[in-house]
């Protein structure tokens, strides 16, 4: 039996200390097991990093990671995910919240394809379901014809899968 892949998850924080416990819980308790999350912080001064550290101590799987100088959004994403070790890599944001099963169904469904996304709900700030999906604002592209994208990008990248 082939063993599991291992998904790295890139979670990029910043200033994250309201959310970020509620993300940490819903990634450490994903159904799918071979996981790693490489949290890299862009010189948070709340307690984001304390939190951090903290879920560290206590699942080896979490990597923290502390910039020196603030690198922003997207190049502190760049970073997280040049230190990835798995094969396949998710983006997470710090108020994310993840169903359980997330990387399971997208690690099952991604086959022999690049990148996988799936469809998000929105939620309000205590996690309550406001009944509207991303689908429901705009049109998911599906297929397998990447010069649609060159026009429209309906990817959040908190919904990617992708192969390294």
Not at 16 to 25: A, D, P, V
Not at 70 to 90: D, V
Not at 120 to 134: A, I, P, W, Y
């Amino acid at each position: 039996m082939n063993p599991k892949p291992l998904v790295s998850i890139a979670l990029c924080t910043y200033n994250g200390e309201r959310f970020l416990r509620e993300q940490l819980n819903s990634i450490i308790n994903q159904t799918y097991p071979a996981i790693e999350l490489i949290a890299v912080d862009d010189c948070s001064t709340d307690s984001t990093v304390a939190i951090l550290e903290e879920y560290a101590e206590k699942h080896p799987f979490i990597h923290v990671f502390k910039n020196e100088a603030n690198l922003g959004y997207i190049r502190n994403f760049e970073k997280a995910m040049r230190l990835c070790n798995g094969n396949l890599i998710a983006l997470s944001d710090q108020d994310d919240i993840w169903d359980l099963c997330k990387i399971e169904k997208l690690t099952n469904a991604i086959g022999n394809n690049l990148m996988i996304y799936h469809d998000s709900e929105f939620v309000d700030q205590n996690g309550h379901t406001l009944n509207k999906r991303m689908s429901d604002i705009m049109n998911l592209y599906r297929g397998d014809e990447p010069e649609a994208f060159i026009f429209f990008n309906c990817i959040s990248g908190h919904s990617v899968l992708m192969k390294k």
